[in-house]
């Protein structure tokens, strides 16, 4: 009796769980979260010893520590996703069953995104625990001073979308490149990504010329970073209107599967 084929799904979903397995069990995953944790703590320290509103400090480095530290996951695990596939050459196996090199790249984007939502929630959940411990009090008393809002969970929401961007672009550089050079590149476009305002301004005030024309091409062709972040607003509990969340991850989607495209677009052309 022969065997039938696994339908696409199917195929995509194994090599997802095969990934998620590999990432977890993953040296640099659980260094990364045991830093996170660090930082979380150093951000509790700094909230009792702060006399003034010690939530707000609270907020302040625990959201910081946590987008930097969940982009460094995306960061390290993404770029060595596709290239230790090659370098172990599992790649071959992989692609001589029924699977095309886009649903390869897809299943291992979606092993890597439930790794980045498993982590994810778990430090959001760390995140809160120390917020609370910061301040003393209830859950409801939390709320009605406003710590416990909306927007800080909105901004929580749009760090996991932040770090989906920021793993597909990991990917695609793995496609063409070495590991610690793909680290490196996703390192330089997630910098550039949370600094455009800053290089915009900066293209703006110096003399015209190469430098200007590079840091205009960067803040166009390198993915905007800042959609996510809501700053200030989550600070002070400001209220945030539906139009940028859905800006944010209408662009992180989009962007995410056109690079994805484009990354199994490039795998067909490295020779495997």
Known sequence: MVKSSPSPVQATVAIAHVTFGEAIRDRILSNIFLFALLLLGVGLLASKLSFIR????????????????????????????????????????????????????????????????LNWILLSLVFLLLLWLSTGAS???????????????????????????????????????????????????????????????????VQPGLASVFLRSATHVFPNLEYFNLGLRVTYGLPVGWQLPLLAISYSIIFTVMILLLSGFLIQWREV
């Open 54 to 117: 010690p939530e707000r400090v609270m907020v302040d480095f625990g959201l910081s520590a946590i987008q930097v530290t969940c982009a460094m996951v995306a960061i390290f695990s993404g770029a060595g996703l596709l290239g230790r596939e090659f370098e172990r050459r599992t790649i071959h196996i992989a692609l001589s069953r029924p699977i095309s090199r886009l649903q390869f790249v897809f299943g291992k984007f979606l092993g890597l995104i439930l790794v980045l939502g």
């Open 139 to 205: 859950v409801k008393i939390l709320i009605a001073a406003g710590v416990l809002n909306s927007t800080l969970f909105l901004g929580l929401f749009l760090v996991f979308f932040q770090n989906i961007l920021i793993a597909s672009v990991a990917i695609l550089f793995s496609t063409f490149s070495t590991t610690a050079v793909s680290v490196v590149l996703s390192i330089g476009c997630y910098l550039i990504g949370i600094n455009v305002s800053q290089l915009r301004f900066i293209s703006a005030k």
